[in-house]
């Protein structure tokens, strides 16, 4: 089966934890992207990578960090330094040297307890 | 700045009215413009996209937009909405991927939400 695989679907953080969130793709994409959604907030972007071994800080990094070490697979962690971490968390991926779509997981509900 | 805006937070239309969904955008070069749709607790499906060409373009479930240079304006639109349409809708702009160039990263307008009468 094709696609982006997120998980866990659902996952509770009690403060002061630190929790990460998988996100595999077998699109044999390069790019891919981690955003946050909160009701009425649209998507905000936490983190990208472009290649393997390289990622770039997108518009809400503080308090996230993240890994490219290989091509399929881009977790993101959340760190006990992120003060509001209760949302959904939304992988995508989208090809590079084309005008090409994003594709996106079906999302992490992620909720501190 | 880069920016979208979907100026219509909540829509309700009545089932098998049309449906036009708004989306202006502020983009520093040729954008490529995208709609996609969220049901709930799900991730995003893409109904269309634009890149270039005829300015109306078609997308999945009978939906399509109409790309307006002058305007800014990249509406989506539905001649006769379903019950099944009942979802998040969001308008996105982004520039070409490539590793060294653009970072590639779609910007999101916040999102109507559509509501759908009996």
Known sequence: ?113 | AQSVTQPDIHITVSEGASLELRCNYSYGATPYLFWYVQSPGQGLQLLLKYFSGDTLVQGIKGFEAEFKRSQSSFNLRKPSVHWSDAAEYFCAVGAITGYGGSQGNLIFGKGTKLSVKP
Request: proline share 4%.
């Open chain 1, 1 to 113: 089966d094709g696609g982006i695989t997120q998980s866990p679907k659902y996952l509770f953080r009690k403060e002061g934890q630190n929790v990460t969130l998988s996100c595999e793709q077998n699109l044999n994409h390069d790019a891919m992207y981690w955003y946050r959604q909160d009701p009425g907030q649209g998507l905000r972007l936490i983190y990208y990578s472009q290649i393997v071994n390289d990622f770039q800080k997108g518009d809400i990094a503080e308090g996230y960090s993240v890994s490219r070490e290989k091509k399929e697979s881009f977790p993101l962690t959340v760190t006990s330094a992120q003060k509001n971490p209760t949302a959904f968390y939304l992988c995508a991926v989208r090809g590079t040297g084309g005008s090409t779509e994003a594709f996106f997981g079906q999302g992490t509900r992620l909720t501190v307890v």
